[in-house]
């Protein structure tokens, strides 16, 4: 049964300088404050795997936590670059960043496989693509049945998983509702898990027919943090911040803007504030 803590807690004791860390949630659901926790405890030298690298990972990149970054497309959905990986990428700011770039399908069969306890997945794809001229870990096999040519990339098996979700039991289930993403995979493929939650109630109620219950047998660690996935959004509790991921623009193009939003929003705040930013979308999403 995993131990309903606080998101500090759970950073403290199951995050750790070093591990490679899944950060999922595709569209909404992002759970960015997991990532402002990281940030402030300092972590170092994290292995970051995403589908879509965004504003989270921009952030982390520009704090110093990242050392590589495992990903299919990154950049401000709808609006442009993500600033502070491109300078970790040609300048080495604030530490070099190495970066493992791949398609959305690999990715996806990547943690389908490591959810599964399968070393490699198989799939098709690259045929004709460049990745694999810069890309040692896209490799090609032969199918032993038919002949036919297959892409093969290394499973994902992360230390760490963090996903936001609507609900969690108070015995542990985790319920995500909604686009669900590659959640459950990467929950499935890692060695902990640390799920924030919009509320902990009695009963989970699905909400919609493609809604995903994880578990509480899958899941080590759960932490209400109301808001959590701000500025993306929680299907039925608020919308999407729009105005946020275009005012990012212009905080994350220089050094010093950075720094001084990530200061003041991130450093001298907690996840309760989350919650403040979400109460005026709440009533847009009802």
Same mark, same amino acid.
């Given at each position: ?7 500090? %807690? #759970? ?10 860390? #899944? ?46 970054? +495992? ?19 040609? !300048? ?55 002949? %036919? ?12 998983? +963090? ?23 990467? +929950? ?37 943090? &109301? ?22 623009? %212009?905080?994350?193009? %220089? ?7 990530? !200061? ?15 109460? &005026? ?6």
């Amino acid at each position: 049964m995993p131990r309903i803590t606080t998101l500090a %807690e #759970a950073v403290s004791a199951h995050i750790h300088d070093g591990d490679t860390v #899944a950060m999922e949630g595709f569209t909404h659901l992002i759970p960015h404050a997991a990532g402002h926790e990281i940030i402030r405890q300092q972590r170092k030298n994290l292995t970051l795997i995403r589908m879509t690298p965004d504003l989270i990972y921009d952030q982390m990149i520009g704090m110093g936590c990242a050392k590589k970054v +495992v990903f299919s497309w990154g950049g401000n959905p709808g609006v442009g670059s993500l600033y502070r990986f491109r300078d970790a990428v040609e !300048k080495a700011w604030p530490a070099p960043l190495e970066i493992e770039e791949h398609s959305h399908a690999a990715m996806a069969n990547a943690y389908e496989a490591g959810a599964a306890g399968l070393p490699l997945a198989v799939f098709r794809g690259y045929i004709g693509a460049d990745l694999p001229k810069v890309n040692p870990n896209i490799k090609f096999i032969q199918c032993p049945f038919t002949g %036919e040519t297959l892409a093969a990339v290394p499973a994902h098996r992360p230390d760490v998983a +963090v996903i936001h979700a609507q609900k969690a039991d108070r015995q542990g289930n985790v319920l995500i509702d909604g686009i669900a993403g590659v959640q459950k995979e990467v +929950v499935l493929a890692s060695k902990r898990s640390i799920v924030t939650v919009e509320e902990i109630v009695d009963d989970l109620k699905p909400g919609s027919f493609n809604a995903v219950v994880l578990p509480a047998w899958t899941v080590t660690a759960i932490a209400e943090v &109301p808001g959590g996935a701000y500025p993306s959004y929680a299907q039925g509790y608020y919308a999407r911040d729009n105005a946020f991921y275009k005012k990012w623009d %212009e905080i994350a193009r %220089e050094r010093d803007t950075f720094l001084a939003w990530m !200061k003041a929003n991130v450093l001298d705040q907690g996840p309760e504030i989350f919650a403040a930013h979400t109460r &005026p979308l709440r009533v847009a999403a009802e």
